[in-house]
């Protein structure tokens, strides 16, 4: 289908080809040779159109992967550029010596060099205070997972606390119920340890005493039911049952 497709599109190009030159004839045998520059600039620029109007699904594919090519080579290009910078001003601001311990096969340095490159890509054990790249990509890849996991450690200690609270699983009823025995046992203690409060009889005057006194009786005979009256209720209930 895109075979056909483009070679109809390549004989529609033919086909205005030939047109134009036979336009252009015309035009010259008409006003002469002074048009055949522009005659022929139209021509170049009718068929660049058709051309890049009806591109190939294939070839526009391919150029737009070569671009994507030449970006990411011009990326890498410029990271590798800003690496060496930063490797030379770092080497720039070092003095003889530093850069001697670095470098130096000195059997002591080597030595201490290999101890730090031990600890550092097996045990994860990385100096604090250095000015490698490698162990400075090191040191903060592993800050970030120590923050992550510190992240996840807490979002798990929340869920937790709420599955405490309030899950309907055995394991978190158990472990309520001995929380709740614990709670009581201890203020059990609490209690019992705790003197008790001393009782301190409210200050009366005559006249308030004998008000309440006489409130007392008064309610006492509008609630009071006596013995007889509470079986005179049992019966009456029962025999309603009944």
Request: aromatic fraction near 8%; proline fraction near 4%.
């Amino acid at each position: 289908m895109e075979e056909r497709k483009r070679r109809e599109e390549e004989q529609r190009v033919r086909e205005e080809r030939a047109r134009i030159r036979e336009e252009k004839k015309l035009v010259r045998s008409s006003l002469g040779s002074a048009m055949d520059q522009q005659i022929s600039t139209n021509e170049e620029a009718v068929s660049s159109s058709f051309v890049s109007d009806y591109e190939s699904p294939e070839i526009a594919a391919k150029k737009a992967k070569e671009a994507q090519q030449q970006r990411e080579q011009e990326r890498r290009e410029r990271e590798r550029a800003e690496r060496l910078k930063a490797e030379r001003e770092s080497f720039e601001n070092k003095n003889i010596n530093e850069i001697f311990k670095e470098y130096s096969k000195n059997p002591y340095y080597m030595a201490k060099r290999g101890i730090t490159y031990v600890l550092a890509h097996a045990f994860g054990i990385i100096p604090v205070v250095t000015d490698n790249p490698d162990y400075i990509r090191m040191f903060k890849v592993k800050k970030e997972k120590e923050l992550a996991e510190a992240e996840r450690k807490r979002a798990e200690r929340e869920i937790e606390i709420i599955y405490e609270k309030y899950a309907p699983y055995l394991k978190y009823d158990v472990k309520r119920r001995i929380k709740n025995r614990q709670f009581k046992k201890r203020k059990r203690l609490e209690r019992k340890n705790r003197p008790p409060r001393p009782y301190i009889p409210p200050q009366r005057t005559a006249e308030e005493q004998k008000a309440i006194d006489t409130e007392m009786k008064r309610l006492y005979k509008e609630y009071h039911v006596s013995a007889f009256g509470r079986m005179a209720r049992h019966l009456k209930e029962k025999y309603r049952k009944q």
